[in-house]
C-alpha cells in the first residue's frame, strides 16, 4: 500500500483534499491549548462544531500558533435548530465569525434530525455558502444510508455530501454505512475512533500492541487509516496528542487487520445516542 504520512489525504468529491489524520475537539476541557499543541505537532487537520460550543476557542487556538488557514483544514457543523435555507446560512456565517475564517474547509449537517424536510433546506442553505464561496466542501454527520438517498432525491439538491462522519471504531465497524458511502464516493470520517478509552484494554488489541511495539490507540487508529478512514482522535493531553500521531512509517498486516475486523459487534462508545439508523 502507498506509504501514508500525517500529511496524508483522502480526495473528496468537491474536488478538495481531506487530511487522514485529525483533531477532534468535542468535550474539550482546554481546547485552545489543546489545538494549539496538536497544531505544534503537526495536525493541520480540526474537527469542531457549533454544539462544542468550541468554535472560539478553537479559532483562537488558530490565530495563536500563527499558522495560515491555507495550511490547515478545519471542519464545523450546523447544530439541529437551525435547519432552515436562512439558518444554515446564518450559522455557516456565525462559525466563520467565531473561527475567524474567511472560509470553512467541511461544513456537516451534525444531525439527520428533526426531520426530511428541515435537513434538506439546511442542505440548500449549505450550497448557498459554497455558492458564496463560505465553504469549500459539506457533508453530513450521523446520517444512514436512507437519509442520503432521500437527499440527492430533492429538487434543487445539486451537491451530494463529500463525507458522512459517524462513531466508528472495532467495535461498531458500521459496515452498511461504509459499503454506502464507498459506493457513493463518500469519504467515512470517524469519530470517537478510540471510544473514548472505554476499550483499550480489549485482549485482542493489546496482544497486537506487544506485537508491533506499539500503544493499544495507536493500533486502533492505525487500523481506520488502513481500511481507509478518516479518523479524528481527541485529547487534552499533550503526551497522548503526540502518541495519536506515531501511526505512519509502519502498518499492520492484511492477517492483523482481519483479526481486528472481526471485533465487531456494534458497541456504541456514545450508548447508542448518535446512532444514525435511530432517526427517521
Not at 459496515?175 to 461504509?178: S, T
Not at 478510540?194 to 483499550?200: E, F, M, P, Y
Not at 500521531?245 to 505512519?248: E, L, R, Y
Given at each position: 500500500m502507498t506509504e501514508?504520512?500525517?500529511t496524508s489525504t483522502l480526495a473528496l468529491k468537491s474536488g478538495h483534499q481531506i487530511p487522514i489524520l485529525g483533531f477532534g475537539t468535542c468535550a474539550s476541557a482546554t481546547c485552545t491549548q489543546s489545538a494549539v499543541a496538536a497544531i505544534r505537532n503537526s495536525y493541520i487537520h480540526l474537527d469542531t462544531a457549533q454544539i462544542y460550543q468550541n468554535e472560539a476557542e478553537t479559532g483562537a487556538a488558530i490565530a495563536e500558533s500563527q499558522m495560515e488557514h491555507s495550511k490547515l483544514?478545519?471542519?464545523s457543523k450546523l447544530w439541529e435548530d437551525m435547519y432552515t435555507r436562512e439558518g444554515a446560512l446564518a450559522g455557516v456565517e456565525g462559525s466563520l465569525k467565531k473561527l475567524g475564517l474567511q472560509s470553512i474547509d467541511l461544513y456537516l449537517l451534525h444531525t439527520p434530525r428533526p426531520g426530511r424536510r428541515a435537513r434538506t433546506q439546511a442542505w440548500l442553505g449549505l450550497q448557498d455558502a459554497v455558492e458564496k464561496g463560505l465553504v469549500r466542501s459539506i457533508g453530513v454527520s450521523n446520517w444512514a444510508p436512507k437519509h442520503i438517498e432521500q437527499l440527492i432525491a430533492e429538487d434543487g439538491v445539486?451537491?451530494?455530501p463529500a463525507v458522512d462522519q459517524v462513531e466508528l471504531h472495532p467495535w461498531n465497524q458500521q459496515?452498511?454505512?461504509?459499503e454506502y458511502c464507498r459506493s457513493k464516493n463518500v469519504v467515512v470520517v470517524a469519530y470517537s475512533p478510540?471510544?473514548?478509552?472505554?476499550?483499550?484494554n480489549d485482549e485482542t488489541i493489546v496482544k497486537l500492541a506487544r506485537k508491533y511495539?506499539?500503544?493499544p490507540a495507536q493500533i486502533v487508529l492505525r487500523w481506520g487509516i488502513q481500511k481507509g478512514f478518516v479518523v479524528i482522535p481527541k485529547s487534552d493531553k499533550e503526551a497522548r496528542i503526540i502518541e495519536n500521531?506515531?501511526?505512519?512509517g509502519w502498518e499492520i498486516s492484511n492477517?492483523?487487520?482481519a483479526t481486528i475486523n472481526s471485533l465487531d459487534e456494534g458497541q456504541k462508545a456514545n450508548l447508542g445516542e448518535w446512532d444514525p439508523h435511530a432517526w427517521d
Open positions: 501514508l504520512q500525517i483544514f478545519v471542519c445539486y451537491i451530494h459496515r452498511e454505512i461504509v478510540l471510544t473514548q478509552g472505554q476499550r483499550l511495539g506499539k500503544t500521531k506515531q501511526i505512519f492477517e492483523d487487520i
